[in-house]
């Protein structure tokens, strides 16, 4: 299950949370026990009436306590389920619809009447003021511990610290800083040819005869061309058996936060990149579960207003050399099949809400996010 760690304090982010499923639950047994108390006025004494409540209440309150303790236990098969929204392997995977469509607003997209499941917050229970601050000390210890081991070059050590604290939602003032440490951290132990031992994300392997990087990728969830970038290998379709290389345990997925124009590149649930967003006018950009569907270089445009079609190689064309086409799974993306990442021809747009619904990157970080995304397996959430 992919975990966000969201940049708002205190707050962990579970791709296909569902607040309230404890109050469902047990409102029908709140109606059982009237009924049972009904019951006992009807052809009892009072004595007999008041220890048949106290019975009723009792096992209902014993009930809830159980009900709601697997709820909310994520290890339950019932927290599973309560909280799961539906993975890209749930779904079937097809080459065939049309990937060009950018930038198409569904209609009603961020309608709050499309969402799945209660959306009034005051269903969930406050969070007690002693947790919360025991949290945030916690957080400013893991960050202190990061940040000594990052000074002492114990990267591995540091970066298990830094994403701790990132997953448990640091205080607004340490968030800036926190992403660039953590990226800082994923350039050295992931996207450089250096390995470092009891590395999870990594690992080393010896090219074996007739082998090929594209199989040796496929192994590992990752992309050819990212390998090739890593360990300064200039042709994709030349390696030599016995060479040993660095590979990547893939898959990467990403974490957009619509309020900031932030994008988290995550491995293994660990933060290894940030980058700025553009995205859709008039909140246009749906939030919600996807898939990452397909991957074009030098895609055409078709305008959704009708018009002319801009060719790959025309500096007219609004998505830049990289497209990424998304199918939604979960939340408010369900169904939708006419979204994606793709680059630019204005940087300014960056960090601004002016598209028709897409995700926009400056192109030299599409190009490399590119490389990250397997169709298939990559997941995107956008909050």
């Known amino acids: 299950m992919l975990r966000w760690a969201a940049p708002t304090v205190g707050r962990t982010c579970t791709i296909g949370d569902r607040p309230g499923a404890r109050i469902r639950r047990w409102q029908p047994l709140m109606l059982g026990g009237d009924r049972v108390a009904r019951r006992y006025r009807r052809g009892r004494s009072r004595r007999n009436y008041t220890i048949g409540a106290v019975v009723a209440l009792t096992g209902g309150a014993a009930y809830w306590t159980f009900v709601s303790g697997r709820a909310a236990d994520p290890s339950s098969p019932d927290g599973l389920l309560a909280s799961r929204a539906p993975l890209a392997s749930d779904r079937p995977f097809s080459t065939g619809d049309n990937p060009y469509q950018a930038d198409v607003p569904e209609k009603g997209a961020n309608d709050p009447a499309g969402r799945s499941g209660p959306v009034d917050g005051s269903a969930a229970p406050p969070a007690a003021a002693g947790s919360a601050a025991a949290d945030q000390s916690r957080i400013r210890q893991l960050i202190a511990a990061g940040r000594d081991e990052l000074g002492r070059g114990h990267w591995i050590a540091a970066r298990q610290h830094l994403s701790e604290a990132y997953t448990l939602g640091p205080p607004p003032e340490e968030l800036t800083e926190l992403r660039a440490e953590l990226t800082r951290i994923g350039d050295e132990t992931v996207f450089s040819p250096r390995l470092y031992p009891d590395d999870p994300l990594v690992g080393r392997y010896v090219i074996q005869p007739s082998e090929t990087l594209g199989q040796i990728a ?81 895609p055409t445009y078709y305008s959704p207003r009708g018009g002319s079609v801009i060719q790959s190689d025309d500096p007219a064309n609004p998505l830049g050399e990289r497209w990424i086409g998304l199918e939604g799974v979960g939340g408010n993306a369900v169904g939708q099949m006419r979204y994606g990442i793709h680059g630019t021809i204005e940087p300014a747009s960056i960090g601004r809400s002016v598209s028709l619904g897409c995700i926009r990157l400056h192109n030299a970080d599409v190009e490399f996010f590119f490389d990250l995304m397997i169709p298939g397996k990559s997941q995107v959430v956008i909050r």
Do not use: C
């Open 218 to 298: 496929k192994a590992h969830d990752v992309t050819a061309e990212l390998l090739a970038r890593i360990n300064g290998i200039p042709n994709v379709n030349r390696v030599n058996a016995g060479q040993t290389i660095k590979v990547v345990r893939g898959p990467f997925h990403a974490a957009i936060d619509k309020s900031r124009y932030t994008m988290d590149v995550l491995l293994q649930g660990t933060f290894v990149r940030a980058y700025r967003v553009g995205l859709g006018a008039d909140d246009s950009t749906p939030t919600g579960d996807w898939s990452v569907k397909v991957k074009l270089k030098d």
